[in-house]
């Protein structure tokens, strides 16, 4: 009786993902029964936005590669592969580009959204949406969807996405700063921590009625959100800010 086992071979940070009996990333999988590789590979554990090259026999593949049996098919994850960091505007063999980069944020990692828009990163979130409308909403608008629930990531539409690691806010950041090759154009406070969008600035006359004395005093350069109408200005929130991004080792000066 034949055996018609495939071998597949995860590497890197593919391996703690595996939720299946496996020898250091290595999986004999029964190949009895016709399947595309993207359907094994979440079978077993791994969302396929965690995957960034298959590989057989020295060729590359794309997730309908069908399973064969005796098959040897290895699996990378970002790190190991020339597309590090991830530039997600240019088109791979598993994803289309998206226009640029923008993130789509779930509600278990939901104050990694705030410390992405103080980057200045359009970074979608609210606390209502399910999986089914996040996965929806970031192929409808070509966001990458950050997740630390792999059930989300495997969701058909889900295409771009980073299952994230760390449960800490600060970790959480460094990981997407790390993954994703950074934009030239993106600026750090020019976006509103509650909506979102883009702040614009605004006079000070305009506004000088509605700040506490002391700020009235000491600031004079101000940003306004053009939907909530919240004013911001570089004082106490973003000093601490600044100094947070700073001990995490990021380098504010090339955002500014
Ligand atoms: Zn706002």
Same mark, same amino acid.
């Given at each position: 009786m034949s055996e018609d086992i495939a071998h597949l071979f995860f590497e890197g940070e593919l391996? %703690?993902?595996?939720t299946c009996a496996h020898q250091f990333g290595i999986v004999r999988y029964a190949a009895n029964r016709e399947a595309s590789i993207k359907d094994v590979v979440e079978a077993i *554990?791994? $969302? $396929? &936005? %965690? +995957?960034y090259a298959i590989r057989m026999n020295g060729k590359e593949y794309d997730f309908s590669l069908q399973l064969s049996p005796d098959a040897r098919i290895t699996f990378l994850p @970002?790190?190991? &592969?020339?597309d590090y960091p991830v530039d997600v505007t240019r088109t791979t063999l598993l994803r289309p580009a998206l226009k640029e980069l923008r993130f789509l944020v779930d509600e278990n990692v939901a104050r990694l959204a705030l410390l992405l828009r103080a980057f200045g990163f359009d970074a979608a979130y609210h606390r209502t949406w399910n999986d089914e409308y996040i996965a929806e909403l970031a192929a409808r608008e070509g966001r990458v969807v950050l997740s630390r629930d792999r059930g989300l990531l495997k969701? *058909? @539409? +889900? %295409?771009h996405g980073r299952l994230i690691r760390s449960q800490v806010a600060d970790e959480q950041l460094q990981e997407v700063l790390k993954h994703f090759k950074m934009p030239n154009r993106v600026r750090a406070f020019? =976006?509103?921590? =509650?909506?979102?969008v883009i702040t614009e600035p605004v006079d000070k006359a305009e506004i000088k009625h509605l700040l506490e004395p002391k700020t009235r005093a000491r600031y004079h350069t101000f940003r306004r959100c053009p939907t909530c109408k919240r004013v911001y200005w570089r004082g106490v929130h973003y000093e601490r800010l600044m100094a947070r991004f700073v001990s995490l080792g990021i380098n504010m000066r090339r955002f500014m």
């Open positions: 391996i %703690e993902l595996l *554990g791994v $969302p $396929p &936005t %965690e +995957v @970002a790190r190991l &592969t020339s969701r *058909g @539409a +889900v %295409e020019s =976006r509103c921590f =509650r909506c979102n």
